[in-house]
């Protein structure tokens, strides 16, 4: 059973920054694509960035570009988002996931979840 666990989240005021981590319990992390999403309060879960397995190759929602890196460390068997210029409209639980199709940004098409880290950004 494939374990995604976040960590990182927080309050932070706005133009501030985040460092959220996703450690994977597999050894085979290497060979899917990662991506993080996130759900506001009352909102429907939504696509944020996704990755290649090398990392090499990225894909951010537009509201993000310029201020969100999505990044992993496979030797690590972890991913990373570093969040930067934190807005108020970028609170929400945030989860990891893993897929087999590269570039996905559809949430079904995710196999394994985390459980979520809650970031909360303050006017």
């Known amino acids: 059973q494939v374990q995604l666990v976040e960590s990182g989240g927080g309050l932070v005021q706005a133009g501030g920054s985040l460092r959220l981590s996703c450690a994977a319990s597999?050894?085979?992390?290497?060979?899917?694509?990662m991506g993080w999403f996130r759900q506001a309060p009352g909102k429907e879960r939504e696509f944020v960035a996704t990755?290649?397995?090398?990392?090499?190759?990225?894909s951010y929602t537009d509201s993000v570009k310029g201020r969100f890196t999505i990044s992993r460390d496979n030797a690590k068997n972890t991913m990373y988002l570093q969040m930067n210029s934190l807005k108020p409209e970028d609170t929400a639980v945030y989860y990891c996931?893993?897929?087999?199709?590269?570039?996905?940004?559809?949430?079904?098409?995710?196999?394994?979840w985390g459980q979520g880290t809650q970031v909360t950004v303050s006017p």
């Open positions: 996931a893993r897929t087999n199709l590269y570039g996905s940004r559809v949430p079904s098409e995710y196999d394994y």
């Open positions: 597999e050894r085979t992390f290497s060979r899917y694509y």
């Open positions: 990755m290649s397995r090398s990392g090499g190759s990225t």
